[in-house]
T-cell receptor, first 116, second 111 residues
């Protein structure tokens, strides 16, 4: 595809359930980022992948959050034992090399997660 | 936590006027980028300025960077109704790979 895609676009779950959010980056982009955006706020950094490895996961709020990128392309953000406070839009972005090297990030449309 | 803050939080102007948004940040940066977000959609990259640059232009956009004051400004000239969106600055630190967004400025351009 031409851009970053994320699935599902909306996810409603119950407190305590497990969810997986998927991101398909632009082909050939080695850097991939996950963010969380609450209403009226800017995106909050969660984790950064360079290739297959999590180069920086310092933004993950706690050990209920985990992300993988096993083949250096598609990434999955996993949230265990969801809480109401996890409700937000989860954004994925990819860039050719890395934002630190001055590459712009291309964002997906996001997954709106609602925890009831 | 958010690295930067935009000012003002909200801005409403008439079409044709210029819009200026400011961003302040906290740590040393490698580069600073401005993004735009239309309601309910993903972010779109507008312009990037490196830490050794002071000013940059792209079409109707002008960005300045003052590393001594840890601040940047985004100027949109001759605004259009289609410029209505939220605008965020984002910084990349010199020491890590975290990408920090500010709190955003909500711009409304009245036709």
């Amino acid at each position: 595809g031409a851009g970053v895609s994320q699935t599902p676009s909306n996810k409603v779950t119950e407190k305590g359930k497990y969810v997986e959010l998927r991101c398909d980056p632009i082909s050939g982009h080695t850097a991939l980022y996950w963010y969380r955006q609450s209403l009226g706020q800017g995106p909050e950094f969660l984790i950064y992948f360079q290739g297959t490895g999590a180069a920086d996961d310092s933004g993950l709020p706690n050990d209920r959050f985990f992300a993988v990128r096993p083949e250096g392309s598609v990434s999955t953000l996993k949230i265990q034992r969801t809480e109401r406070g996890d409700s937000a839009v989860y954004l994925c972005a990819s860039s050719l090399i890395s934002a630190r090297q001055g590459n712009e990030q291309f964002f997906g449309p996001g997954t709106r997660l609602t925890v009831l | 936590s958010q690295q930067g803050e935009e000012d003002p939080q909200a801005l409403s102007i008439q079409e044709g006027e210029n819009a200026t948004m400011n961003c302040s940040y906290k740590t040393s940066i490698n580069n600073l980028q401005w993004y735009r977000q239309n309601s309910g959609r993903g972010l779109v990259h507008l312009i990037l300025i490196r830490s050794n640059e002071r000013e940059k232009h792209s079409g109707r956009l002008r960005v300045t960077l003052d590393t001594s004051k840890k601040s940047s400004s985004l100027l949109i000239t001759a605004s259009r109704a289609a410029d209505t969106a939220s605008y965020f600055c984002a910084t990349v630190s010199n020491t890590g790979n975290q990408f920090y967004f500010g709190t955003g400025t909500s711009l409304t351009v009245i036709p």
